[in-house]
C-alpha cells in the first residue's frame, strides 16, 4: 500500500469503482480505493441490476444516459462481461392522471433525443403477455432499459481501473480521518495512515459514518428493499422461444411493482407504502454480504395488485426473496461534490440507483476534482442542495416519504408534508391564522397563497389550474392596484466585510459594484463563463455589502465564496440564514405607506429606486432596499426576527387605509413573469452563459479580471448561441409547468436552418467522457426522431412558466436559438402542454410597465 497518493475513495461499490475508473481516465492515475472487506460489500452485490434513463431531473436523465452508454466501453477496457441485457420497458399508466405524467415524460424525452413512444395497454401487453390490459389505459416504452451484473460491472470498473494505474486496497476498513494545516489528509485504516491531497467517500450503506468522522451529517438513510425471483415459468419460455427476445422490463406504479425475466422465470421488486428503514441512527461496521430477512406481509398490498394486473406471475411458485439495504437522500437522487466548509473532502453517495447513475456521478465528479467544474449541470444531485436543516430525523421521516411515494405522481403545486415545519419565522402562526397556504422554501415555510377566511387552506393537486388560481389572481390584482406585503424570509443574505471586500466582490462578480448607499443586480459566473449565481448587493459601508440570492443555493454559493476568500483575513463573509428575515411590500400605494412607518423622506426623489438605507420602520431598526421582485414600486424590508411581528403590524395597520393585502410566494412569481424576470435554477443555471440569459446589462467585461470574463468576452463577439426569451401561450386550463419542448416552424424558408442548441438532442460523449455538443452530425439521426413534424422542430425546452394574472396572459421562458429569439411573429412557435401543442408567441417587452416608471416611481 502507497504512502502518499493523490486521491483515496472510501468504498469499493459500484460507486466508488466508478469514481476511480474516471479519476484515472482522466488523468490523476495516482489514486487509491480503500475498501473495508471485498468490493462489493455494501448494497452493490444484492441489486436487481436493473437500468433505464428516465428521470424528473432532466439533466440526472442526461448522466444516466451516459451511463447506459457506457458499458460497452467498460467492458472493451477491461475485458470483464457487465451481461448487459438491452431489453427496453414499458411504464403502465392506470389513470387519466398517470397518462398525463408519461405525456410530461415523453415530451421531456423529446428533447433529450430520447426514443419514448406512448402505446396502448393493447401494444404494451405484446411486449408483455404476462400482463392483463383491462388494468391500464396507456403506456410509454423506452427501448433503453435493461438490466446487468452487478457484481460483474463493479469489478470491470475496478479492472478498468487498475489498467490504468489506480490501486485498490481490499479488507483494509478506514478508522479515522484527520487533516493537517496544509490540507493534506491522514487516511487511518487498519492497515496504516495513508496521505492524500483529497478524499473520496464512496461509503455507500457507511457513507453516513465516514461523514462523521469529519464532523459531517450526510443526509442518507438506508432502507430496506425487496424483490423475489419467481420458480421457471412456462409462459416467459414460450415467449423467448417464439419472439427469439427476452422479455421486457416492466412498471406499474398503481402496484408500486417493477418487473424483468430473470432467467426462465420473473424478478419483481416493490416500493410499498409501509416501508422500513434500516439502521436509521448507526450501521453496523460488521454488516457484509449477508441478507435481511423478507417480510411479504410487508409487501402483500402491492403484491396483491400485482398479481391482479400480471396474472401469468400470480401463478408462479415464489423461488426465492431478496431483501436487502440501499441508501437514499431525502429525495432520492445522489449526494455528489464537494462538501462545503472543507478542502478537499468530496462525496458520491446517496445513489440509489448505482446502475443506472454511477457512471454519470463518477464522471461528474472526476471532472470536478480534476477540472474544478462538474463539467454539467448537477444541480440535482449536488450535495450542497442540503441545509443544516436536513438532520439525521429530517432524513429519516423524508427518505421515508420518498419511498412510499416512489411511484406516485408528484403534482406541479404539491408540497409534501413530511418533517414539516422544520423552520419557521415568527410570522408562521400569523401566516396560518390568515390562511395562508404554506410551502417549503429550502427547509423554511413559506406562505404560498392565501385562501379566503372560511376555505380549507390547502391546495387541490393537479397538472392543471386548480383551486388557488382565483385566488392568486385577486392578490396580485390588489398589489398591482393597491399594496401587498409579503414575507421573503426565504432569501438567501450575507454580509461581505473588511478591507478588500469590494476588489473580492469585484472579481466574483459581473457588474460594477455600487456606491455607498446603492444597489446592484449581477450575475456570478464560474472560469467557463456560465452563470453559477445571480445576486442583488447593496454597499452598506465603507467596507460592507450585502448579498441576496437564491436560498436554496446559500450552501452552493458559501463553497464557492470560501474557495475565493483571500488567505490573508482581509474579507469575511457571513450567511445569515433565519437570522435575518425580511418582508416586501409592493404597489402604487407602496410608498404612501412606507411614508406613514418611517420617520424620514422616503418620496422617489429621496429614496430613489436601487437605494439601500438602514431606517426605522415602524419603529424596528431595519434594512430597506428600493426594489422589488413584483418589479413594481416597492421595497425590501430586512429585520432581525424578534422585530419581524412588529414590522408586519405596523405594515398591515398603516396599510388598511390603502386596502392592503398579503400575497403568497405564487403571486410573487407571477408578477416577475409579466416582467419577463428570469429565476435562479430555472432560467439561470450552469449550462447557459450570461449572454444566452439575456443578462448583457449587467455584464461589464470592460471592468476587471472577473472570473468568467475571458469566456463571457467569447461568448459576446461569437454571439450567444440561445437566447433566454419569454413567450405568450394559448393555454387552455393548463399552463406550463418547466421542461415543457419548444417547437418552431423553421422548416419554412424564412429562417433556413439554425444550429441545434446544446443540450437538446440525445447526449453524446467522446471518449474521455466529455459531452459532444452542437451539430445534427455529433447527436445522429436516430436523436432526432420524435422532435421532427413535417416543418416544425423541437429547438429548446420552456425553464419555467405559469398564469400572469394581471396582464391576464398565460406565459412561458425558455432557451430557443438566437436566430429566432426577437422574432414576435404569429405561428411562429408552439409549446406542448400535457402532450397537446399549444401557440406561442414570442415578447420580447415585459407585458407590464415596460418602460419601468412605475417600478421606478
Ligand atoms: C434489493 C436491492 C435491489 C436493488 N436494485 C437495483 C437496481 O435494479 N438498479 C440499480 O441501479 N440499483 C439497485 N439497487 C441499488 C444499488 O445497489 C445501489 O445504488 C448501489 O449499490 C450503491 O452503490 P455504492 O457504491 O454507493 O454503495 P455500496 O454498494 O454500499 O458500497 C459501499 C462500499 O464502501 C465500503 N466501505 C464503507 N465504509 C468503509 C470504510 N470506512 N472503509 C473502507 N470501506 C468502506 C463498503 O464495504 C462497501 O463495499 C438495489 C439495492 C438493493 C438493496
Known sequence: MKSHVKAVVIGGGVVGCSVLYHLARAGWTDIMLIERSELTSGSSWHAAGGFHTLNGDPNVAKLQAYTVQLYKELEEISGQSCSLHLTGGVMLADSPERMDFLRLAHAKGRYLGMDTELITPSEAKKMFPLMDEKHFVGAMWDPVEGHLDPSGTTHAYAKAAKKLGAEIVLRNPVKELTQDPDGTWNVVTEQGTVRAEHVVNCGGLWAREVGRMVGVELPVLAMEHMYLLTEPMPEVEAFNKETGREMIGVLDFKGEIYTRQERNGILLGTYEKACKPWSPVNTPWDFGHELLAPDLDRIAPSLEIGFQHFPGIANAGIKQVINGPFTFAPDGNPLVGPVQGLTNFWVACGVMAGFSQGGGVGLALSNWMVNGDPGFDVWGMDVARWGEWASLRYTNAKVRENYSRRFSIRFPNEELPAAR?????????????????????????????????????????????????????????????RVGVTEIANFAKYEVSGPASEDFLNRLMTNRMPKNGRIVLTPMLNEFGRLIGDFTIAKTGDDTFMIWGSSAAQKYHMRWFEKHLPKDGSVRIHRFDQTLVGLSIAGPKSQELLARLVDEDVSSKAFRFMDFREMAVGGAPCLVNRITYTGDLGYEIWMAPAYQRLVY???????????????????????????????????????????????????????????????AAREHAEGPKLRRVSFYVDAQDADVMGDEPIWAKIGAKDFGTIEKPHGYGAPRFDETGKEVRGSDAATGASAVRGIVDGDWRVVGWVTSGGYAHYVEKSMAQGYVPAALAENEAEGLFEIEILGHRRPARINVEPPFDPSGDKMRG
Open 649 to 711: 403590524k405596523a405594515i398591515k395597520d398603516a396599510g388598511e387605509e390603502f386596502g392592503i393585502v398579503d400575497f403568497g410566494m405564487r403571486a410573487l412569481l407571477s408578477m416577475r413573469l409579466e416582467k419577463n424576470f428570469p429565476t435562479w435554477f430555472r432560467e439561470l443555471r450552469p449550462i447557459y452563459g450570461p449572454f444566452e440569459g439575456s443578462m448583457e446589462r449587467f455584464i461589464k467585461l470592460e471592468k476587471n479580471d472577473f472570473i468568467g470574463r475571458e469566456a
Open 421 to 481: 415545519p422544520a423552520q419557521t419565522t415568527p410570522l408562521y402562526d400569523t401566516m396560518v391564522a390568515n390562511n395562508a397556504v404554506m410551502g417549503d422554501s429550502w427547509g423554511l415555510e413559506t406562505p404560498l397563497w392565501f385562501a379566503p377566511k372560511g376555505t380549507e387552506p390547502k391546495d387541490i393537486v393537479s397538472f392543471h389550474r386548480s383551486n388557488d388560481f382565483e385566488h392568486i389572481g385577486n392578490e396580485v390584482r390588489a398589489t398591482r392596484d
